[in-house]
């Protein structure tokens, strides 16, 4: 089984502060790690995966997360806060060794509403 | 490339009549899709993974005769909504694989369709 959490409902910063949204994960093989962004009444947006390699893994808009095996984490961050990052985002997990049925099935954590103030 | 559309974006419809939902890759083709649920506050739930020319699998507690989804090609998977009531009014997300796609590939994600039943 699969599982993601992510632990903060809201996250609020200030515009040009660092963010960071948090997120874990727990599987019985090792993790393919997704982060996506969601605007009000659209779909979800792919920012970055971890699959393997370097820990830190550049993606989309200047985001950034680091993969952290021996704490299950796979945080998001950027550097400088943008007005325009307000949004929900789902970090995701696949299992490398899931199969049959569950083969390429993502599970989402519950969601992180972030809202960076001017 | 990897557009997946989604139709219709909003309905309305009456309490007891059926809904169907369309997703297509306009770009690819997709063996798999998934089709997801998302309520209130966010949480994005798993209902069912359609392959195509297959009966789709249902998550726990999904009712598949009530959520009827065919895949019936490599473009097309549809979610039709038998005898709506207003406690399905919600916002209904379906997401593609590439056919040849690696497991570790990010999902591509339609829009979303939001249902309102009265």
């Known amino acids: 089984a699969q599982s993601v959490a992510q632990p903060e409902d809201q996250v609020n910063v200030a515009e040009g502060n660092p963010l960071t949204v948090k997120c874990t994960y727990s599987v019985s093989g090792n993790p393919y790690l997704f982060w996506y962004v969601q605007y009000p009444n659209r779909g979800l947006q792919f920012l970055l995966k971890y699959i393997t390699g370097d820990n830190l893994v550049k993606g989309s808009y200047g985001f950034e997360a680091e993969f952290n095996k021996s704490q299950t984490s796979f945080h998001l961050k950027k550097p400088s806060a943008l007005v325009s990052d307000s949004a929900l985002y789902f970090c995701a997990v696949r299992d490398d060794n899931a199969g049959g049925t569950s083969y390429g099935k993502l599970t989402f954590g519950q969601g992180t509403i972030l809202t960076v103030h001017p | 490339g990897a557009v997946v559309s989604q139709h219709p974006s909003r309905v309305i419809c009456k309490s007891g009549t059926s809904v169907k939902i369309e997703c297509r890759s306009l770009d690819f083709q997709a063996t798999t899709m998934f089709w997801y649920r998302q309520f209130p506050k966010k949480s994005l739930m798993l209902m069912a993974t359609s392959n195509e020319g297959s009966k789709a699998t249902y998550e726990q507690g999904v009712e598949k005769d009530k959520f009827l989804i065919n895949h019936a090609s490599l473009t097309l998977s549809t979610l039709t909504v038998t005898s709506a009531h207003p406690e399905d009014s919600s916002f209904y997300i379906c997401?593609?694989?590439?056919?040849?796609?690696?497991?570790?590939?990010?999902?591509?994600f339609g829009n979303g369709t939001r249902l309102t039943v009265t």
């Open positions: 997401s593609a694989r590439h056919r040849d796609s690696p497991s570790n590939s990010p999902l591509h």
